[in-house]
Every structure is written in C-alpha cells, then in structure tokens.
C-alpha cells in the first residue's frame, strides 16, 4: 500500500483529484502534485503479525512505474499549459474514470486536457457535468463500481 502525504487544500481534496490510473501505463495528474512527495510504503511486517512502514521521497513518475511495474507515462492536466491545468482542475480534470484500461470518463467541459487524451490514443468518453461539477467531484469520485469483468 502506498500513502500519499498531499497538501491540504481544495485543490488536492483527494488523491484521485491530482492523479489517476487510466490505462496500464498512463496517468493523469495535476502538475501542482509533482512537486517533492512524501509517500509511505505499507507492507506486511516479516513475521507476518504486523507491518512495516518505509518513507519513500521519489519523484511521482519513478514511484509509479516502480509500484506498476513498468515505465510509466504522466499526462499533465490542461496540457502543460500553467493557465489551462488551473482552470481544468477545478473542474476535475484529473479525476477521470477509467472504465477499462484506455478507456475513460470525463467531464466535457474540461476541452484542452480531453484533446490531449485523446492525442495520447485512449477512448476519452465525454459526459456534461455542469451539475455534477458544482458539487466538487469528479467522474472517478462520483462512481462506485463494485465489480469489474476481466477483458
């Protein structure tokens, strides 16, 4: 298990707000995240009756392609655009669902980070969210999915 130390303020309100999962070498995330970490890796302790909690200081990128096994790639919200990443945030644009690897959810409104997903190869499949948005949640954070089938 990893836990992240994240700020706090309404910008980073959960983990899945400045980073998300979306296909098995892909993520999103806001570029406000990528800043020095402090993450605690959870394991079982060797005798099996406790744990055992390790400080890890990585740069996210490294830290993610260690804990998925392969290099990963990080999609910055807005496109790398300062203004852009702002704007988009608030409205989720990390916080996207990932229905099936390469295939996600997102808020429509969110246009410059969707064309850069959609640049990157994955099915970007836009839904409207100007209800949904006001209450502060993304696609991810307004699901429960209970069961996933194996493709």
Not at 25 to 33: A, C, E, Q
Not at 73 to 83: F, K, N, V
């Amino acid at each position: 298990v990893l836990a992240f130390d994240i700020p706090s303020s309404r910008a980073f309100m959960h983990l899945d707000t400045v980073f998300t999962q979306i296909d098995a070498d892909k993520f999103t995330v806001h570029p406000g995240i990528l800043g020095p970490l402090t993450v605690f890796e959870i394991t079982p302790s060797a005798s099996g009756s406790g744990i055992k909690v390790r400080e890890i200081n990585e740069p996210l990128e490294l830290l993610l392609s260690k804990a998925v096994g392969t290099s990963v790639e990080l999609i910055p919200c807005g496109g790398g655009d300062r203004i852009a990443a702002e704007r988009e945030q608030w409205n989720d644009g990390s916080n996207t669902l990932c229905v099936r690897p390469g295939t996600i959810v997102v808020y429509e409104r969110n246009d410059v980070t969707n064309a850069v997903l959609q640049e990157k190869g994955l099915n970007v499949l836009q839904m409207p969210s100007a209800e949904l948005s006001r209450g502060r949640g993304g696609p991810r954070c307004m699901s429960m999915p209970l069961i996933r089938e194996d493709l």
